[in-house]
């Protein structure tokens, strides 16, 4: 199984990003997909995520400003990422598991699949 992130880099803040994570190897379609961050000397963060039924979860710091949508076979999730702000600078990991429960949505040991990471880097 494989997740891969991608479409991270370099923006100015106020400028957007779009992030894609695919995935392969087993199909997450009745299972939880979802974005996470960890900042340079931070701890890693929820930041949205698709659940079985296609609603949508966001962290409030990110809520309004980014956007998580999937296919219906959740093969690709994306984060749009609009209005960015210097702390919005992270590495975003995409995750997905295929029995985490909604109590633990926003916790990321609850995830048993991970890709690599995308370093988004927004300047100020």
């Known amino acids: 199984v494989q997740l891969q992130a991608s479409g991270g880099g370099l923006v100015q803040a106020g400028g957007y990003l779009r992030l894609s994570c695919s995935t392969s190897?087993?199909?997450?379609?009745?299972?939880?997909m979802a974005w996470f961050r960890q900042a340079p000397g931070k701890e890693r963060e929820f930041v949205a995520a698709v659940w079985r039924n296609g609603n949508i979860y966001y962290a409030d710091s990110v809520k309004g400003r980014f956007t998580c949508s999937s296919d219906n076979a959740k093969n690709t999730m994306h984060l749009q990422m609009n209005s960015l702000k210097p702390e919005d600078t992270a590495v975003y990991y995409c995750?997905?598991?295929?029995?985490?429960?909604?109590?633990?949505?926003?916790?990321?040991?609850?995830?048993?699949?991970w890709g690599q990471g995308t370093l988004v880097t927004v300047s100020s």
């Open positions: 995750a997905a598991s295929t029995s985490i429960i909604l109590s633990r949505l926003r916790e990321g040991a609850g995830y048993g699949y």
């Open positions: 190897g087993r199909s997450f379609r009745h299972g939880v």
